[in-house]
């Protein structure tokens, strides 16, 4: 399978709900606050001027509070929901601009969909749910058999393609759709809360899955969580919202060394700092330092495992390698401890 070319744009996106929405994005715009405008006319702001560039190929997280807009905003990138205004482009071509023949074609072979509660179809097996969306777009039967048996396996259900969802646990089920998703095989690929009802243990499981397949698929993943240890884990890029506005957006590290505002703040007070934080982000430039004795710590090793291999030493810094073990920078433990 090649791996997605598949970009996302998304531009000034607001959402209003209420009985004339569009009336009110200009005295939103102008800073009407969500408050005035729920509280004195009787409108609810879902989404307020939302800017995300979502690079091909990478995980996009979306995280934020119950009530904070995440989950309006993935489904207005299938147009389950229709903005109020905005733009949304994949692929240089803005979707609201789709008919409805079009829009229906690229909900089917563009994105494909996991969610919360699973949305299993509890009359069919596990086979039938996950080759239910290559039935609906009229693939043979057996080739959409043939390429859900791969998926069924690479999740961990073989052996079990003959039950039904109420035979199966949470986490068994939440692996057939994510099974059916792949089997759909969009370059677009939308998760919404999906691991939220799981258990600890399986949830982290999960979570290592999807990191093993994005490696070898590639797909542009649109990820949303209320965790913000799933956030830092998963995303390559994060977005923080509340109550409908982006608060911050950047990748885990610079969340964590910088967050915007007191309300990041609270969110990272209390996360494993080590385990997010390159020493890429903290290293300092040789500038002559004399190199030659020092440990190496390669490009990319979290603060953790940095910690620990210099505690190992007798040394108080070591000297960072990139590609062919070059000396690229060096960081000292004053440094490590500083950033923790």
């Known amino acids: 399978m090649s791996k997605s070319e598949t970009s996302i744009e998304i531009r000034?996106?607001?959402?209003?709900?209420?009985?004339?929405?569009?009336?009110?994005?200009?005295?939103?715009?102008?800073?009407?606050?969500?408050?005035?405008?729920?509280?004195?006319?009787?409108?609810?702001?879902?989404?307020?001027?939302?800017?995300?560039?979502?690079?091909?190929?990478?995980?996009q997280v979306i995280m934020g509070l119950s009530g904070s807009g995440k989950s309006t905003l993935i489904r207005h990138i299938n147009r389950l929901i229709e903005p109020t205004a905005g733009s949304i482009v994949i692929d240089g071509r803005n979707i609201l601009e789709m008919s409805e023949d079009e829009l229906r074609e690229f909900r089917r072979r563009g994105t494909a969909m996991v969610f919360q509660k699973f949305a299993l179809l509890p009359h069919r097996t596990v086979m039938d749910n996950v080759t239910f969306g290559l039935e609906v777009r009229g693939i043979d039967k057996a080739k959409s058999r043939e390429g859900a048996m791969r998926w069924i396996e690479r999740v961990g259900l073989k052996g079990f393609e003959t039950r039904y969802p109420s035979e199966l646990s949470g986490g068994m089920q939440q692996r057939v759709g994510l099974a059916r998703a792949l089997n759909n095989d969009t370059s677009i690929l939308l998760m919404d809360e999906a691991y939220s009802a799981l258990d600890p243990l399986i949830r982290t499981d999960m979570q290592t899955?999807?990191?093993?397949?994005?490696?070898?698929?590639?797909?542009?993943?649109?990820?949303?969580?209320?965790?913000?240890?799933?956030?830092?884990?998963?995303?390559?890029?994060?977005?923080?919202?509340?109550?409908?506005?982006?608060?911050?957006?950047?990748?885990?590290?610079?969340?964590?060394?910088?967050?915007?505002?007191?309300?990041?703040?609270?969110?990272?007070k209390d996360v494993n700092r080590g385990?997010?934080?390159?020493?890429?982000?903290?290293?300092?430039?040789?500038?002559?330092?004399?190199?030659?004795?020092?440990?190496?710590?390669?490009?990319?090793?979290?603060?953790?495992?940095?910690?620990?291999?210099?505690?190992d030493t007798s040394s108080s810094a070591a000297v960072v390698t990139g590609a062919g073990g070059r000396p690229v920078g060096i960081v000292s433990q004053r440094s490590i401890m500083a950033a923790l």
């Open 12 to 59: 000034n996106l607001y959402k209003i709900f209420g009985p004339d929405p569009k009336a009110w994005v200009d005295p939103v715009r102008r800073g009407m606050s969500k408050e005035e405008l729920g509280n004195s006319h009787g409108h609810i702001l879902g989404l307020n001027d939302i800017n995300i560039s979502m690079p091909a190929g990478k995980i």
């Open 275 to 311: 385990r997010y934080i390159k020493i890429d982000r903290i290293m300092e430039p040789l500038n002559g330092t004399e190199a030659g004795s020092l440990p190496r710590l390669a490009l990319g090793t979290p603060l953790e495992i940095a910690v620990k291999e210099l505690s």
């Open 209 to 268: 899955m999807l990191l093993d397949l994005q490696k070898e698929l590639g797909k542009t993943i649109v990820f949303i969580t209320h965790d913000l240890d799933e956030a830092l884990r998963l995303g390559d890029n994060v977005v923080i919202l509340r109550d409908g506005s982006i608060v911050q957006q950047g990748d885990s590290q610079e969340i964590l060394l910088r967050p915007a505002d007191d309300y990041i703040q609270r969110f990272v």
